[in-house]
């Protein structure tokens, strides 16, 4: 079905260079009109001059849109919910942000009659595939074009070789070119791949990173937040409400600042390769770890243990791309039927790279110290009942002893 | 079948004020004899006073052993194979420790002719349950004694009070009243229970902890190591081979010295309530990051995830005292089934807290910057099977859609 | 807590010879006034006489109730949503009445004003902790009294002595001295236990089974029906519109007519020991094959895979008594969530034990013929798509089989 | 790095038409030598005349083996060990020797020096993916030919002009003409697809089933039979020791006569489709219920909760192809860790499509009926230790009931 001819293409553009190239390559090859989406998910740079780039480029159909609250309050949000953490340590950055873009291009498409979507991920990463499930989980019969397994501008001469036959300022990529790295950002992490980071062995250099100054480099002396939950979202820090994505932004500030959030990891693509990347995650990391505080006085224990047992799957589906499916939003369900009792106040240190506990507090709370106190309890427990407790949680283990499996 | 007269009983004796008090209230209430077992698992105290002590409590069987090696041979490693971490946080310090004491519990009753054995947990906590599961799954037919679930000992007064009355010297318990935590203390941590603590919004004074310096007192400068892991154990540090107590006694050192390892949480107990805890874990804190950077390069995608959602469950069973279990002894043969290429080494930058990694390198290394390079890779990767793959991926997704499932 | 005077106690009353004596048990133990409660759940005796004997014990608030409805429709359905079978084999039809139970005792307790529960429940068994776990998620300060755990009436000699020395007619054991099982009932099941099933190696007597025949004795002619479902319910049969409590009242009927549902296990109970039972679920067993068929076209793959594996645990849940946790509900939101598709037709043929698949339909199919047919597909799907995907799902493997990993 | 010529491909080469023309085609296509291979893995029909038809079509080097002890020994007994169902019905009877023959294609390969091999899966199908992961994961070097996705032979007619031209003797069609089903068999099962049966809501026509009668036409006495298990694995029957193979062949005779493991089902393939297939697995529905009764008694009941808990996704890896994987060596070794105690006898009943189980009896039983009876137990459990049990298990509900969460 695939054969047939496109008429019109929803792009995600970027306004660099590589996503500049494709404008002019989806019309020159497919013969089709080309429609830009650009979006502000708090990369930390404007989106804006995107407008004029695609107009230079022909474009008469052009989408900016700041998409930055929905991203924070429908993705990262219910994410977080989950405490999801993908392969132990990486905060899934990257991943959450596309479920949201590829419903943008569809409903895009949908609007302006397109029969195409396109993007500028390379055909060994995982972008392209959570970029494409979500295109189709979302519209089935949507045609999608992912220029780089298609052309033949696969090396940097080449593209530039492009730029100049189509009359591409070449420009766009200043910025990009003082990067080795492939970077991607938006309100939740900036990431790094490539280049030098190609050798697992070798350590990432202090130049790369841009969010986070260094533990080293951060102030002697620590801050202190407090951060406040309803449901298990945060809604205010220090006391003042704030919006999802003024919350995060909040914590990239302060989190950076204090050397916060970075992270070296080789994990294992969807695609069936191990890539090595660094990523900066400053709000993130202390969302996790709040949101773990929170919930760890006011979730029932079987709720949270269940929730980690389900978590790893979870943080796979997104990872690969699978946000716009039935069983993420099974387990979507399992999870939010759990949080609306994680309310209440967590109190943290941020010094040097560390995200201190100081206190959690909740009007939920099932801590009681008058059960768990060392002191005397007034009655509140029974201590004999731990006898029968152990006694018949242990009968199976004794019968079978009694048959000799004591080492088995 | 416990009505029956106990005629000996071995008691895990820390030599103590508490189980002092035991070994007396133990001859008195059964008028049995009493074994004592004292072991050092590296908890930092001297363990041959307990000789004395036991002795001038009239005791005649006297176990006092260095357990350090097996301890972290047999229980702490296989432990950390599976990234073994409980409700997020938790690294099972206390757990770990139990299992090896029941089964030398027990391995002396059977020595000894004893056909009982005592302990000194009292009837609110966990270890009540490790302790007693574990016997039970040695020696079915053993009969346990826990002294705090039957006297009526249970204020400070009135254990002084019987100190007096039977003779027990009080001094033993002046380093206790130092302290106004319950701690417990081994090679992988020391904990903080009680007092204060209780109050799960009140942050824990600096004098409590004991291993570690704070972050803030640590070195300006960082401390560089390398760990060398065979068979998913650390078997060399700095290139220097070692012992696994060994391994564990060093990196607390240089752990405890670079403020790393603290952690406050409020867990949910296996008797069903919260409690609030303080732990310092320095080398468990180095160790369990440096596996799972060895695994990131050595072991198989699927492994890997496979190894990380069966991982809550296993740290639950220990967490809860079954690690005498044929389902724990289940998990761990699919856990080390996998370990076998988990070799290589890892270097890593201990500063103020933080433990960050610098590289990771292996003779196992699945890792292969040929195939995930951003450059040509020569023809190791064609970027157009990522097409089916997406397409096939996507097919059960497609159909549901043209069904009308999109926002279900 | 639990030493104060008990004033009023609610008993799960059956109009039985055991749980008339518990009345009068629980006024002169306690000198306590006693509400009964007996319920109709399907169990197939009448419960209006057991008005008449309560009144007779001296009974002041009896309350006698038809639960059927809510029975199936609030526990029996969501239950089989899941497809739940604990051990690969028990429909738990004992289980899932026991939350239902222990809401109204507590609901009733409330009403009158009773500030105990009491029920005739063993201390062997799982009902006690099923009735108990959940009066106590219900009402956390309940008192709950369970003679059979109490008392020294522990043989039905001591029984009849009491009735005697009591006044209590002892006509009402009539019922129950003919079978030398104890047994349960409701709308879902009736099971059998004790006796000469102690033995797990003999056959259960013929004369045993009270709700179906066997097969040798079915008809010779298969009875077919077709089951309409809705939401994952079963809404109608051959057409005809019925209320859940009809829905299982006449698959139970011609199941049971058709020798189907009889089942011989050993099982594992929560307090730990194994015990064997039999069953008779004639309309359970066929409304799982019909729920499994519907699903088969009507789910997503993975969310049928994922409620495949979320099942033992949801399944245990039940069985264990956890209806009213938490967990419970967690699992019941992501398995409800997937069920509104599960809509659509199932054709059955009954045949001496056998429940056949005639054939399955539903207007919200997911089975394209024009997809999975032999046939050409007009390009539906395309054969090439499979090689990229059987590449990259490789790959990983491919890898680790360069590094020598081919029978690791 | 497919795109080099091919030397020599091993071939999987059942002596029927479709892959007589590839002989020829791969001949024609690569100009190639081909080897065949053709196992008996007991679908029923003689493998040798497989050696004079290769001989015709010119091939030099024949292999014919007899697989059926391995088969059954080395896949499908380890399989049955984890009572290995997928999506809740199909017993996996074409997935389980696919990893046989992906190990014997490579072999051979590496054998004769073949640098390919080659099958006849379509590309709609999973045997493609099963034969292909296997190949890569034991060769990964290897290159998989699979001419149903690159010819254009696709239909019957095709196919019959190429025999016409490349004079294959069409008798070799005769047989699979006769059936207008396409069908897999070997000693687990035999399989429909296709025809008619691409309408799920048609009943299958009785003629389509081969190896049983239907219950109908099974006789109207039952059959009983013993079944001994050693190690998890049945190793004699009635009494009669038997090795692998035979165990099998023997039990899908008595099942097939007596009309037992007739299977109807809509399936979720690994590509993406629903399919509708239809099983005979006689001999594997026995193995399954009986294995399970053997279990019951002899199993701890954790580990029999982990496997089943574990069944579904190793039952998926099975049907995905991924036998030689990481992943599923880690679920075999949990598996198998938990077999040794799983020895002992079931008697079963067969009748007219019923396995009925009659006892169960083990050396290594852990009923024990001195606990579980209604009777006195003579104090081998005490009833009081429920009342402990059931009260610290309720504590954790109990607390959040009391902080209102009784209907969340």
Redesign the interface.
Known sequence: ?NESAVKKVVLAYSGGLDTSVIVKWLAETYGCEVVTFTADLGQGEEVEPARAKAQALGVKEIYIEDLRETFVRDYVFPMFRA?TVY???YLLGTSIARPLIARRLVEIANETGADAIAHGA???GND??RF??GA??????VRVI?P??EWDL??REKLMNYCETHDIPVDYAKNKKKSPY?MDANLLHISY???VL??????AEEEMWRWSVS??AAP?T?TYIDLTFEGGDIVAIDGRPMRPHEVLSHLNKVGGENGIG?L??????Y??????GCYETPGGTIMLRAH??IE??TL??????????LM??YA?LIYNG?W????R???Q??????Q??VNGEV?LKL????V??????SP??????S????E??A?????????????????????????G??H?
Chains 1, 2, 3, 4 share one sequence.
């Open positions: 079905m405490n392969e132990g340590e390379t055909g060994k392209q595939v494409e499930l189709y989980a979302l519209k089935p019969a992912a780089w397994r696969n090396s492939s791949e490539g280049g190609e050798d697992p062995w070798g350590e533990p080293e002697d620590p970075r070296d990891i080789v994990e294992n693509r695609v069936g390769m191990k890539s090595r773990r505080a760890s006085i029932d224990r079987e709720s949270a243990h269940l929730k980690d047992e790893p799957r796979e699978y716009w499916s039935p069983e939003r099974m387990l369900a399992a999870i939010d039927q759990s609306h009792v109190r010094y040097k790279g560390n201190i506990l100081v206190g959690r507090q939920d709370s099932l801590f009681d110290a059960i768990a106190t060392f005397d309890d009655g509140a427990y029974d201590q004999k009942d731990a006898e029968g407790f152990i006694k018949l949680n242990a009968l199976r283990l004794r019968i079978a002893a009694g048959k499996r004591t088995e």
